[in-house]
């Protein structure tokens, strides 16, 4: 006889850890108080079982062995990654800094439509409401419930659940991110304490440079804990690096599994231990030389982009990686995201921030994913990690 389970609030969160978005509950079991609530926090669903499972085909060894061989060949291409079906749609996100990054996190999230009230804000009289404008505009043809809305005065990210802070000068030739440490810090400060009264239990994704700095700054000031206050760089570090290491093997990027780590910048740690094409370790593809090219190549891709427009940086990519953040969150992708988080402990690490793998959802952060690094990278992560502190002297 199947022994009776207790379902409490710590096996919801490891489920969720897991991806996984439906908890069957079977008879005999007792669910906790603590864990529906839980339940509706991380946006599980608790189903009543035995729950109908899917009959698993039965394939001879042959043809399985005939299935592996022709994913590792030239000719397999990975699958599509569907959306979840539990995604939910935020009731209001506000974007401050209607700039380049902050316009095309507008236009990205208007049209997958996650949001009832998109609001961009931006100092600069008429601009974010002249992006709103264009964006409602484009609704006729993208029939997006999305409404977006424009305005230059701060208060108006009252109501939102999700606040994302852009605003901040941006690197010019030459300049690297830790330049703007002293010009952009105030500009955090002044977010920080408007939100802190007008949003005081939203969840914050920082994305003004240098990140991991700047995420530093607005914890300090908002006071939030470390779940609600997010710095997106991971995710577009990553996706520089699987860039580069799909064009150096000379296949699709959805045929790499990547990740980057550690700090938005020169201290930026490629996880290559961890890499694979194909499901191959790199170097069975990769000779060292060209590992190492891919490596740099992540490193300095958004200075690239500061070389070739000469004024302003990249806006494109940080966009769809911050909609990358906001698609955990709701549910439509599910497991670990690189993000900038204060991190306690993880990877033997305290009191820093520092792009980690993390599972996030509506409250903000979950937890934090532990991979198992070599002694180089955990190094390379413990530099960065310093470096921060004493940019910020948190020495």
């Known amino acids: 006889m199947r022994e009776r389970r207790v379902i409490g609030a710590e096996l919801l969160e490891q489920a969720r850890q897991r991806g996984r978005i439906v908890f069957e509950i079977l008879p005999g079991d007792i669910v906790t108080s603590l864990a529906t609530e839980t339940a509706q926090r991380l946006g599980i669903q608790l189903l009543e079982g035995p729950l109908e499972k899917p009959a698993h085909p039965v394939t001879d060894g042959n043809t399985a062995l005939r299935r592996g061989l022709y994913r590792r060949g030239a000719k397999w291409v990975a699958p ?23 316009a095309n996190i507008a236009h990205l999230a208007a049209n997958h439509d996650i949001a009832d009230d998109i609001t961009l ?31 230059a005065d701060l208060a108006q990210v009252a109501g939102a659940s999700v606040v994302l802070v852009t605003a901040g000068r941006a690197r010019s030739p030459g300049m690297t991110r830790a330049d703007l440490i002293n010009v952009n810090k105030r500009i955090i400060h002044s977010i920080g304490e408007v939100l802190k009264v007008q949003v005081p239990n939203a969840i ?74 194909k499901g191959r370790p790199l170097n069975e593809l990769l000779s060292q030389q060209q590992i190492d090219d891919c490596v740099q190549d992540a490193i300095t891709g958004g200075g690239q982009v500061v070389a ?15 909609v990358e ?9 599910t497991g670990p995201v690189p993000v900038s988080v204060m991190l306690n402990g993880e990877y033997g690490l305290d009191h820093v921030v520092l792009g980690v793998p993390a599972n996030i959802v509506l409250s ?23 470096n921060i502190r004493q940019r910020l002297s948190l020495n």
């Open 80 to 102: 599509a990654r569907g959306a979840s079906k539990a995604a939910k749609r935020f009731g209001k996100i506000a974007i401050v800094g209607a700039g380049g990054v902050g």
């Open 121 to 151: 804000i931006d100092i600069a009289p008429g601009m974010a409401e002249a992006v709103a404008l264009d964006l409602n505009h484009a609704g006729g043809i993208t029939r997006t419930r999305s409404k977006v809305t424009g305005s």
């Open 204 to 277: 914050v994704i920082v994305i003004t440079n240098p990140l991991d700095e700047m995420t530093v700054e607005m914890l300090r000031v908002t006071g939030f804990p470390r779940e609600r206050v997010l710095g997106m760089a991971g995710t577009l570090d990553s996706s520089r690096f699987r860039v580069s290491l799909a064009k150096a093997a000379g296949v699709a990027t959805a045929d790499v599994e990547a990740i980057a780590l550690g700090s938005h910048g020169d201290e930026m740690v490629p996880v290559t231990s961890q890499a694979k094409i």
């Open 308 to 322: 070739l427009k000469k004024s302003g940086s990249a806006t494109i990519a940080p966009a769809h990686s911050s």
């Open 325 to 333: 953040l906001l698609d955990h969150m709701r549910g439509a992708k």
């Open 364 to 386: 903000g952060l979950l937890g934090v994913e532990q991979l198992p690094l070599t002694d180089n990278e955990l190094q390379l992560l413990g530099i960065a990690a310093e």
